[in-house]
């Protein structure tokens, strides 16, 4: 009798996706706790039987293909169906204060710092974040940050700030490239954001608003923005840079201003505080305001 669904080892897929959200093999093992070989060991068994590279490996870490982006999403999204359905059904005695829901990149670059900072003035609160890149699950949160723009929304929402966005890369990168002007920009190596469920400004909404064509460089598509500032850091090529997001890569040195020309960004990030929001959901939801 036929297997109802076409999957690979669902060993080696769990150790994709760590691999791919991690960047790293290393990481992704000890996430896993495993050994490095053994997570390597699972990408090539699972590259073999899909006939295509997953990644490209790197000195400092790997990235992912055109293709295992693709496959990165899919997977994704299912590990996360099976997570909110085993969620619905465990008994939790001990759940959060408040649960806020978030992307990878605003989680990693803004708001788990903040939730730090939170904690030391009011450490008896507990936090959980719901993390993903896939719109959904609402209803499983008190709070969400989301990017657009609040007043087309009808429910209660703060905004929380609203960036320039600058073109970001290494200053081997703008080195090697000879980048000095947005002109330099137009031929050489950019990233791209490739999701569609995320209305982010791109290359091309830039590049108009500062009055110049299309750009014609090589391109690289990524579908998170966590992996498109890893590969700028390792000089894959330029990226877009939310200034709020990256300005602590930018204080470390790791990736820096390539020209001196930005764009407002044409939304905010702002906070949604969801139905179900209590009494110390809003309190947060009131510092984070005043934080930001």
Not at 123 to 134: L, Y
Request: hydrophobic fraction near 40%.
């Amino acid at each position: 009798m036929p297997r109802p669904y076409d999957l690979s080892s669902i060993t080696a897929l769990i150790c994709f996706e760590a691999a791919a959200r991690n960047a790293s093999f290393k990481n992704a093992a000890q996430e896993l706790n495993v050994t490095p070989a053994a997570v390597s060991h699972q990408i090539k068994a699972l590259e073999s039987d899909l006939g295509c590279n997953l990644f490209l490996r790197r000195i400092r870490g790997v990235e992912l293909t055109e293709k295992g982006a693709f496959l990165f999403v899919a997977v994704q999204r299912g590990l996360e169906a099976i997570s909110e359905a085993v969620t619905q059904m465990r008994d939790h005695p001990e759940a959060a204060d408040v649960t806020i829901r978030t992307t990878t990149a605003v989680s990693s670059l803004w708001l788990t710092p903040n939730i730090s900072a939170f904690w030391k003035s009011h450490p008896t609160i507990t936090v959980a974040q719901i993390v993903s890149d896939v719109p959904g699950m609402a209803d499983r949160c008190d709070l969400s940050i989301q990017y657009g723009n609040p007043q087309e929304n009808r429910e209660e929402c703060h905004k929380l700030f609203q960036d320039r966005i600058v073109a970001v890369g290494t200053p081997r990168f703008a080195t090697e490239q000879g980048i000095r002007r947005v002109e330099d920009l137009l031929k050489a190596p950019l990233i791209h954001m490739n999701n569609e469920e995320t209305d982010w400004t791109n290359w091309t909404d830039w590049f108009q608003a500062l009055g110049h064509p299309s750009p014609k460089g090589r391109r690289f598509s990524v579908n998170n923005y966590m992996i498109a500032l890893q590969a700028a850091q390792d000089d894959v090529g330029a990226v877009l840079g939310w200034d709020g997001l990256v300005k602590n890569l930018m204080k470390e040195g790791r990736l820096v201003e390539l020209v001196p020309d930005s764009i407002p960004s044409p939304v905010a990030f702002y906070l949604k505080i969801h139905p179900r929001a209590g009494s110390k959901a809003r309190l947060f939801a009131s510092w984070l305001a005043k934080s930001s």
